[in-house]
Each structure stands twice: as C-alpha cells, then as structure tokens.
C-alpha cells in the first residue's frame, strides 16, 4: 500500500481555492504565510475592508494547558504554539485589523474546572485547550453552558462528541483525536510489516481511560486488517520508574508488534529499559505519542531500536516547509522558545487552535462587515477549511478537528540534538477518522476483515 499526500498538501491549489479556504485576510495570511503564495498585496487590502464596525478593544482569551510537571512535555509545546499565532495575528494588525488578542495562560494542574470557570467570569471572548481528555470531558458540558467558544488543543478522547456532548454549538477541537492517531498506527503496522506478518500483538500503555481506550480501539483496528491475536496487554501507572515486568513478559511472548500510547517521560524510561533488555531484538514498537518525547528521550536510548511512531496532525517537513510559511520561519522560531527543543505535533495543537478560531473570526467579519456574535462564529467555525504550516485542516461539522497524520521511524538527529521521524508515511484523515454521525467504534466494526 503506497501512501501519498492528499491533494490538500499539494502545491497544486489554485489561488481562487485558496483565497475561499482562508478568507483572504491579513491574518489568515500571516498565520498561514499565502501573502508569500499571493504576493500582490490583495491580503492587505482585504484585511483593511472589515474594520469599520469593529472596536479597537483587546480580545481576551485565556489557555488552559500543563505548564509544569511531567505533563507540562505536553502542555509547554502547545502554549509555546499558542503564543507564536497570537504573536502573529498582532503584528499583522490583530482581528479584524484593529482587535489585538491577548492570551492569559493557567495551569491546567488539578483543578481545571475552577481556572475554566474563572476565565469566563473575567469575560474571555475564547478558552483554548485543555492537554487532558478527563479535563476536557469536564469542561465541554461548561462550554456549552456558558455559550462561549472553546478550541480544544488536545484532550482527544474519543467519546467527547460521541458521548459527553453529543450535540455541541460552542465546543470545538481542532486536534486528531484517539482513535484517528490509533488507527494510523494499525495501518502504518501493516505497510511496515505487511498484515500476513502480524500474527501477535502486545501492548504497554499507560494505566488510566487514555492508554486503556487506545490499547482498545488498536486491538480492534489490527484485528481487523490481520486477524493477530492479542498475546499481552499492560498498563503502568503515569511515571512508574520500573516497566520490567512489562519488558520480560514482552520477551516471552516475543510478539510482531508492540503496540504503546505511552508519552512523555514515560517513553524514556520504557525505551532506555527495553533496549537494555534486548526487547528489540523480538518486536517491533509502533506507539501514537512517542514522539511526544523527542526533545527528553537520549540518542543512546534510541540506538539499536527498531521503533515507529504517529505524529498527530504535525511533523515539520511534512508539508515541506517551504509550502506553507511560516514553515520554516515557524520551526526556526519554535526552537528559541523556552521548552521547545523542536516543534512536536502539541506544538501544532496551540498553534492550530488559534489558527482555526482566528480565520472563522476573520471569515466572518468578511461575511457581515461587523465583528461576530460567539453563535455567528460557531456557524462558521462548522466545515471551516483553512491552513496552517502543518498544511490543510477541515473542522468538520461534528466539531472534530479533520487532517492529514503522520508516521515514521524514530530516530535520533546528532545535528537537531532531539529525535526526529524518518521515512514518513502521510495518512489522510479519511482514512483514520469515521464520518461525522458515526461512531468509532460502529465505523471499525463496519471494516470488512
């Protein structure tokens, strides 16, 4: 199975499709970079159009995101993402070219239904974020309750919109959730090693609903497109400092695959422990968030590996940086911020957050020459196309965030100093996510085996 960029990675979009994906403005090319693409000053005059009826006031949004702990790996990618795009939308003249945004940032810590709640009652035009799936299961019924937009960063759990809010007007993500990272893997499993290799599968997850809900829904995919028999499943806690168990049962069982949602300080502590065991030497990992690592995880670690991971909707290169300015400009600027090694897919979860909620505003106003109401913006924000330097992305009518994903072998770059992803296979989100209206559990059930 070859795998190929859609068409929407391509150079080949026209100008009249582009000007109709992004509006047009001033900060939609700034986030997008097409005044480079355009380069006949027709962005800025369109920008200049829809100030009329629009106030001069600041736009305050609020983040929520982990700035600190073990989840802040996560957590400082995306405000780092959040803060080059608001940096952006304000040097090309803010919203509308008269609204500049600033954007307060909390800690989404161990009570983030108290700093959601607080930043509606200090008047937020917009939330962006949560990281967590439990703390964006918390917040989404409030979103809705308070009638006020939020684009979710990450919290990717895959019954957001199948289960907690089932119906939503004002909550948004735009983000790959789970089962579209999960379902990339499975597929990228079979094109390495092809669905008549793949007899036994294991799993290392991480101990709580996430890696429960992934080890689930790969076991579902892969045995789909192999029929392979699930031989281990395991589940350590968030920071265990000893996956041996795990790595000897692994080397007993000497599965084809290795299936792993775990993330972060965890893939350091797996990866350095299961090279020191030779577990490489029997499976190969393939693993959704490994790369979330790729600034932490040591290049001796990584030697001798035999190691696949996803990159969510974002892998620099993929579109080639010079597609989509600021490509390269974003991932040179992305590594002089404090925290960011290089840009990871959660990068893109701050930055594409923002993005996508700036050029519906933007879309807008060009609609209706005034700035919008949060319903008018809604409105839009459904089936809403626009680019960012991760390519195209579609926010989809039930919400979902809808773009293209990657994966690739993991290795370590002495030049970068941080993992990167080799031989990057692109799937498109047509062939990882369900339709709108169907579940994902209904949609792999319907695959044919």
């Known amino acids: 199975m070859k795998r190929t960029t859609t068409d929407h990675d391509s150079e080949g979009i026209g100008r009249r499709q582009l000007l109709s994906a992004i509006g047009g403005s001033a900060v939609a090319a700034a986030l997008a970079g097409c005044s480079t693409l355009l380069s006949d000053g027709e962005t800025a005059d369109q920008g200049g159009q829809s100030g009329g009826g629009i106030s001069d006031e600041p736009i305050q949004a609020g983040l929520l995101t982990f700035t600190r702990g073990a989840p802040g790996v996560l957590g400082i990618q995306a405000q780092r993402g959040a803060e080059l795009a608001v940096q952006r939308i304000n040097e090309?003249?803010?919203?509308?070219?008269?609204?500049?945004?600033?954007?307060?940032?909390?800690?989404?810590?161990?009570?983030?239904?108290?700093?959601?709640?607080?930043?509606?009652?200090?008047?937020?035009?917009?939330?962006?974020?949560?990281?967590?799936?439990?703390?964006?299961?918390?917040?989404?019924?409030?979103?809705?309750?308070?009638?006020?937009?939020?684009v979710g960063t990450?919290?990717?759990?895959?019954?957001?919109?199948?289960?907690?809010?089932?119906?939503?007007?004002?909550?948004?993500?735009?983000?790959?959730?789970?089962?579209m990272e999960v379902v990339t893997m499975a597929r990228e499993a079979v094109e390495r090693i092809g669905a008549d290799n793949i007899s036994t599968v294991a799993g290392v997850n991480p101990g709580y609903s996430f890696g429960e809900d992934e080890m689930r829904v790969f076991t579902q995919a892969i045995q789909k497109l192999t029929d392979a028999e699930i031989v281990y499943e395991g589940f350590p806690e968030l920071g265990a400092s000893d996956m041996s168990n795990h790595i000897t049962s692994i080397n007993n069982e000497e599965p084809d695959v290795t299936f792993s949602s775990l993330w972060g300080g965890d893939v350091?502590?797996?990866?350095?422990?299961?090279?020191?065991?030779?577990?490489?030497e029997n499976t190969t990992v393939f693993g959704t968030t490994l790369y979330s690592a790729a600034g932490d995880v040591p290049g001796d670690a990584l030697a001798g590996t035999d190691i696949y991971s996803?990159?969510?909707?974002?892998?620099?290169?993929?579109?080639?940086?010079?597609?989509?300015?600021?490509?390269?400009?974003?991932?040179?600027?992305?590594?002089?911020q404090d925290g960011v090694t290089v840009p990871t897919a959660h990068y893109m979860s701050g930055y594409g957050a923002v993005t996508a909620w700036a050029t519906a505003v933007e879309k807008a106003i060009e609609l209706l020459g005034t700035y919008p109401s949060q319903e008018q913006i809604a409105q839009v924000l459904e089936g809403h196309g626009f680019f960012t330097p991760a390519g195209y992305h579609n926010m989809a009518e039930d919400h979902q965030g809808a773009s293209n994903s990657f994966a690739g072998q993991m290795v370590y770059d002495d030049d970068l100093g941080a993992a990167r992803l080799d031989d990057v296979n692109t799937y498109a989100a047509t062939e990882t996510a369900p339709p709108p209206g169907v579940t994902g559990s209904d949609w792999l059930d319907s695959w044919s085996a």
């Open 154 to 179: 990450d919290g990717t759990v895959t019954t957001l919109y199948e289960e907690t809010v089932t119906d939503p007007t004002y909550s948004f993500r735009f983000q790959n959730y789970d089962i």
């Open 92 to 150: 090309a003249g803010g919203i509308g070219g008269q609204r500049e945004i600033e954007l307060d940032v909390v800690n989404e810590g161990s009570n983030p239904l108290d700093s959601y709640n607080q930043f509606i009652e200090e008047g937020k035009e917009v939330t962006f974020g949560p990281i967590s799936s439990g703390t964006h299961s918390q917040i989404a019924p409030e979103v809705e309750k308070n009638e006020v937009i939020n």
């Open 310 to 336: 996803g990159s969510r909707n974002y892998y620099w290169g993929k579109p080639a940086l010079g597609n989509w300015q600021p490509g390269r400009e974003l991932f040179d600027a992305a590594t002089q």
């Open 268 to 280: 350091t502590t797996f990866v350095r422990q299961a090279n020191a065991n030779d577990m490489f």
